[in-house]
């Protein structure tokens, strides 16, 4: 997933989540990967995690 240059020249985040068979992954295009979760619910709380600190 490409990224993009933002207003001030940092890039954008974006996040998606992948399954890895029984686990569901958070990654971001800055390269930031979330622990593997059972629950997809919670990988995608890492994630909005994730852009709220970035």
């Known amino acids: 997933m490409a990224s993009k240059e933002g207003p001030e020249g940092a890039?954008?985040?974006r996040t998606e989540t992948t399954e890895q068979g029984r686990f569901c992954?958070?990654?971001c295009s800055c390269g930031w990967r979330g622990p593997?979760?059972?629950?997809?619910s919670q990988a995608r709380t890492d994630a909005e995690g994730h852009l709220g600190g970035a």
């Open 11 to 13: 890039r954008e985040h």
């Open 36 to 40: 593997a979760r059972r629950a997809r």
């Open 25 to 27: 992954v958070a990654r």
